[in-house]
């Protein structure tokens, strides 16, 4: 046995996050992609582009949405074997991570063919936009180009603050305001950031059996090997 | 309002009511128990707004009325009378003070007026069911130890009760977790629970159902809502608020693929556990199991007193493994497992554990490893 303090490993809880509208929480960075999302059916574009990067609300855009169009979600991975005709068969569909090296751009072009002969709405996410994918079919590639970009950028201080209470929240926690003050002045400014301080926080106290407290978040906070 | 009944009626009661009583309160209401006269007999009730605990006793009533009283300073005194005794209760003419007498002894106990007295609003319970009340005592005695005390995991301070479908039928199911461990007990659902919601039952309440089953045969009536949940045993009833969230998909913790089997006696490995623990500085350090073909040697290392180590014959066949927990979550689980032989599914030293009784799979227990 080492002589370092033995640690209680925590159990992996489960939780379910909240992906409603009213759940979604808007700021700077998202106002415009949330404003197309709340827009639908009164889109400029049969096909929209939502990106962002990961953990900036790309998913619960698609959940609000999908919910309100009652769109088929699909995986871009997942395209090849699924029936654009099934798929556009509500009117709407949305394709999830485009951008996904695994993503069959052929399946992806007939979908957005059945889409257009449907008069159905699409709905793309993606991490980037798409000239920089590595699109080698130039019809697709055209096509993705004429479609209605929504950004979702960097989160602002106001945002960043809401994401973490809502990530929380669906955790079933609550932080101190002092804590929470601590945590924003030292976390890196992205949504993604915000889930895995949130995870590694839930998971930290959840080991200790104590609520979060400063001293933790620091520990959580701290570069690997500084706690 | 004027009363005589038997102090030993009387004190069963108040045993049963007071203990829902806070010892400190803010509101003064709440320190006092509801005393009231209905027809020939006298009614308990007590309350912390959470949870409501009433009971009748048979009396003879004098003069019907009602009044409430200090909770516990009620119950020491009819606790400290004779055996056997009568008591009887007068309310003052001008409702200040509430006088109790039995044999040579008199005391005087300030009241707060009945109508002060508050009530849990229960509402519309939409399920009931009755069942062998030792039935769900075993329930609560097989996972209550792993309910969470912490109070920011407000949702796992309780046990969560719900019906599942099992291979012969739905099952009526219990579990409590603190992110350490779990524990999960089930008995063949009764009559009328399918379709219950999931509900999770605060420890006091718990604590309160456990005391309250005196007779394992006696019959328990269960009513339940989403909010509430009301339980009758004898003259008793027990009125409780349930807890506001959401239980996890604990279902996901249990793991299904641990394919290392440890078959030990679990009295010898409890006292091993208990032996070799005695070198922790605090109780709840770690304890490494080192298992190897047909044996487990156990370590406890304390780098402030010294160390402690026994070896344990046990059937084991598979590889080599080293794995820690914290001592007092073995003796716990250990504590509940009722076969002589316990059965451990392992993974890693990394991954949870599971542990259940030989012969049994109505019980199992998930322990998290410490990493040592």
Not at chain 1, 42 to 57: H, Q, T
Request: proline share 5%; with cysteine; charged share 25%.
């Amino acid at each position: 046995m080492s002589r370092s303090r033995p640690r209680q490993l925590p159990l992996t809880m489960p939780h379910q996050a909240a992906m409603s509208r009213e759940d979604f929480v808007v700021g700077e960075g998202n106002r415009e992609a949330a404003a197309f999302i709340d827009a639908w059916p009164d889109w400029p574009a049969s096909v929209v582009l939502l990106i962002g990067p990961n953990g900036s609300g790309k998913s619960h855009l698609v959940n609000i949405w999908a919910t309100k169009s009652r769109a088929a979600v699909v995986a871009a991975a997942d395209l090849a074997s699924a029936d654009p005709t099934v798929l556009v068969g509500t009117g709407a569909v949305a394709v999830e991570d485009a951008d996904d090296p695994a993503l069959d751009e052929k399946a992806l072009f007939h979908l957005l063919n059945a889409a257009r002969g449907r008069g159905a709405s699409v709905l793309i996410t993606a991490h980037a936009v798409p000239s920089v994918w590595g699109v080698t079919l130039p019809d697709l590639l055209s096509r993705l180009r004429a479609a209605q970009p929504a950004f979702l950028g960097p989160p602002d201080d106001a945002l960043l603050e809401k994401v973490i209470i809502k990530l929380l929240a669906d955790r079933q926690l609550a932080i101190d305001a002092g804590v929470l003050d601590y945590i924003l002045l030292r976390m890196e400014r992205s949504c993604a950031a915000a889930c895995e301080l949130v995870e590694a926080l839930d998971r930290e106290s959840l080991a200790r059996g104590r609520r979060i407290t400063k001293a933790i978040a620091a520990e959580v906070l701290a570069p690997e090997g500084e706690a | 309002m004027r009363v005589t009944l038997e102090r030993s009626h009387l004190l069963a009661s108040l045993t049963h009511v007071h203990r829902v009583v806070e010892r400190r309160n803010t509101i003064p209401i709440l320190s006092n128990v509801l005393i009231r006269t209905d027809d020939g007999q006298l009614k308990l009730k007590a309350t912390d707004l959470d949870l409501e605990a009433q009971e009748s006793v048979p009396a003879l009533v004098e003069r019907p009325g009602a009044t409430t009283v200090p909770a516990h300073m009620f119950y020491d005194i009819v606790r400290k009378l004779p055996e056997g005794s009568q008591v009887s209760l007068e309310a003052s003419a001008d409702g200040a003070t509430l006088s109790i007498s039995s044999g040579r002894s008199r005391f005087s106990l300030q009241m707060l007026p009945e109508s002060d007295f508050p009530d849990i609003t229960v509402g519309e319970l939409s399920h009931a069911f009755t069942l062998e009340a030792g039935d769900l005592k075993r329930l609560i005695d097989r996972t209550q130890f792993a309910i969470s005390n912490e109070e920011i995991r407000y949702y796992l301070n309780g046990i969560f009760l719900h019906t599942v479908d099992g291979p012969d039928g739905s099952l009526f199911r219990a579990v409590a977790t603190d992110g350490h461990r779990l524990a999960r007990a089930d008995i063949a659902a009764p009559k009328g629970a399918e379709g219950m919601p999931g509900i999770i039952v605060p420890r006091k309440t718990v604590g309160e159902i456990q005391r309250l089953i005196e007779d394992p045969k006696a019959e328990l009536k269960v009513e339940l809502s989403d909010a509430k949940i009301r339980l009758t045993v004898g003259n008793v009833v027990l009125t409780s608020k349930l807890i506001d969230g959401t239980f996890p998909d604990y279902g996901r913790v249990i793991p299904q693929g641990n394919d290392k089997e440890l078959r030990v006696d679990k009295a010898e490995f409890a006292e091993a556990v208990d032996r070799v623990s005695t070198i922790s500085s605090e109780r709840g350090r770690a304890v490494k199991l080192t298992l190897a073909e047909g044996r487990m040697v156990l370590t406890v290392v304390n780098p402030d007193s010294g160390t402690a180590t026994e070896e344990v014959m046990v059937d084991y066949g598979d590889t080599p493994l080293e794995i820690g927990f914290n001592a007092r979550y073995l003796l716990d689980i250990a504590g509940q497992l009722t076969s002589e032989t316990a059965v451990f599914h392992l993974a890693d030293a990394g991954s949870p554990t599971l542990i259940q009784d030989a012969g049994d799979g109505a019980t199992l227990y998930v322990l998290m490893p410490m990493r040592v």
